[in-house]
Structures are given as C-alpha cells and as structure tokens.
C-alpha cells in the first residue's frame, strides 16, 4: 500500500531530458525551466508543488497576500493584502482576481534527420491553461504608490462555485491563486499572488450535482451475492482507514482472491492505491480488509475537463479462465 498517492506516479524516479525545458504563466513561473521537463517514462509534475511553482511577489514589492485556510467549493476565500512598495509605482490599472490554472504533463516529441536516418527525441514537458478568471471589481488598490509606501487591506473573494477543488493528480495539478496586479504602461506588470488550497465541498457531494453512481455514498452495498460494506460511512477522509466488509459465499477454487482500491482519472490509466490478498475461503466466508487512505489522496470531483472516482475491486483469480469480479464506487474526499 503507497503511503503517498504521489508516490504511485514518482515511482519511475526524476530524470531531466538535456536541453528539455517547460514554461508556466504567472505567477506559477517561479521555477521555469529544466525541473518541468523529464525523461518519457517519467512525471516530473509529481514531485513539484503548487508552492514551488508561485512567484509571490514582483521586483517592485515585498509581502505578502496571506489566505485564511479553509476556503471550500462553493464558499468564500478570505485573505490580507499587505504589501510595501520597494520603488515607485505608477500604473494605468490595479486588478484583484481569482483565478484557476490546470497544470499538466504533455508528452512532446522532435525528430531530426542525420544522414540517412531518422532520429526522434520524446520526452516530457509540464505546460498550463489558465480554467477561470473571477475578477473582484469592488477592491479599490492604488494605482500608484511611492517608495516604501504599505497597503494593508482585507479581502473576501468567491471560491469556484462548483469547483474543480485544489488537487494534484500526478500527472495534472488543478491551482488556484488570489493575485494582486499593477499594469505598467510599456513595461511589466508588477504583482503580488498566494496560492489557495480549495477543498472539496462535501455538501457537493452530497446533494447529488456530481454524478457519483448508486453505490458511491453507501455504507452497505449489494450486487447478488456478494456484499462489500464499508465502514465508516463514505465520503471517506484522506488519511484515514477505511475497512470493506466483503462477502461472496460461491467464491471456491482459483489461485486465490485480491480486495483492490483503484482511482479512475479520466484521460489517465486507472491507479491502484491498494490491495489486498485472501483465500477464496476466506472471501466466501466473509472477511474484512483495512485498507489506509493516503492523506493526499485527491477527493472525487469533475471540472477543468477531468473527472476523478474511486472504486473497490474484489476479484476471483481463476487460472486458464476469465477472472471472477465484482466492483462498487466509493467517495473520497
């Protein structure tokens, strides 16, 4: 069982790609360059997080926007803006926004001709889509600020209405930052920007907008004769232990039984978080399998043109012979 839900996609190392380089927008560009690049085969995205990627601030101020932990889906974001001009400042414009980037690995490829023969290079860069833009128009900051001049002001912005929520993937990192930007008349702009963890909303999930399937929110669960129940209730909570009642009174004979928790990411191979072996015995008689959530599984969530679910497995192992198995959704997050 991974500790980490990260680890399942560092599992190939970090390898650069020589000459290979990637590139975000601001204000994600802090570290621009050879750490967003890597090897085929490898996710260089899994070992890098939203934070290491936020420039927080520009050349002309030092401070800092400071969010208040707990912004959920559909709640608000609070934050303090407090910042200190460390030169002059004349701009056209000020802008507070929120906005959402989708960050992902995108495999690239170049194929040179030497002599007569073709060489292809392919390897793995780390690009981003800005997903929304919410603007705060009711926030008055100065355009134009003298040298070692404060602000200090309090903000209250919308979370994302329906999502997604803050997640990293593995191969895909969904960010959302508060920025504060001054626009510079034929020169750059100066800003100030913090990254906002927002969670998913279990109330969300609840009410049923998120197509979830019948079994996804059921503690007890049924599909002939085999039960899987689990316990506690879900959504379950990353980073903690979710035990599976399972039953499946015929199971007989084979090479044995496995209990599996995959993660389902659209535009992604499936992801086996854990498992678990019994005898085919065991399962007929019914058994109960802990398996331990890692605590930075992402939670289920559809957006940003991703979709995430969760499923267990309980399979037959049959030799010679299509494998028995039966599957139920659960949520986390």
């Known amino acids: 069982m991974a500790n980490s839900y990260l680890d399942l996609w560092r599992v190939a190392g970090r390898a650069s790609e020589p000459g290979k380089t990637g590139s975000l927008p601001a204000p994600l560009d802090r570290i ?14 899994a070992f890098l997080s939203s934070a290491e990627l936020l420039t927080p601030c520009t050349g002309a101020l030092t401070g800092s926007l400071e969010v208040k932990p707990g912004s959920l889906v559909g709640g608000e974001i609070r934050a303090r803006l407090r910042v200190r001009a460390t030169k002059e400042i004349k701009a056209r414009a000020t802008r507070v926004s929120v906005k959402g980037h989708l960050v992902r690995e995108v495999t690239q490829s170049h194929t040179e001709k030497i002599g007569e023969q073709e ?3 392919t390897w793995i860069e780390v690009l981003a889509t800005e997903i929304a833009k919410v603007p705060l128009t009711e926030l008055a900051v100065p355009a134009t600020l003298a040298p070692n001049e404060e602000i200090d002001l309090d903000i209250l912005a919308p979370a994302p209405k329906l999502g997604p929520p803050s997640v990293h993937l593995g191969v895909y990192m969904v960010v959302w930052t ?5 626009d510079i008349a034929a020169g750059t702009d100066e800003r100030v ?10 109330d969300l999930l609840r009410s049923g907008v998120i197509a979830l399937g019948p079994s996804a929110m059921m503690g007890a669960w049924s599909e002939g004769e085999v039960t899987m129940d689990l316990e506690p209730n879900p959504p379950i909570t990353p980073g903690s232990a979710l035990k ?7 199971a007989s004979g084979g090479r044995g039984a496995r209990v599996e928790l995959y993660a389902d990411l659209s535009k992604s191979l499936p992801v086996r978080i854990a498992a678990a072996e019994l005898a085919t015995s065991d399962l007929a008689k ?29 399979l037959i192992d049959r ?11 659960v949520v986390i997050g």
């Open 32 to 45: 621009n360059g050879e750490a967003l690049a890597g090897r085929d085969g490898t996710h260089p995205l």
């Open 286 to 314: 019914g058994s109960t399998i802990t398996f331990e959530i890692p605590s930075d599984a992402p939670p289920v969530f559809d957006g940003a043109g991703l979709a995430l679910r969760y499923r267990i497995r309980t």
């Open 319 to 329: 030799p010679l012979r299509s494998d028995l198995a039966a599957e139920r959704s």
């Open 193 to 202: 920007a913090a990254v906002i963890n927002v969670a998913q909303n279990p």
């Open 244 to 250: 599976v009642n399972v039953r499946w009174p015929s």
């Open 178 to 182: 508060l920025q504060v930007e001054w």
């Open 119 to 121: 060489h292809t290079t």
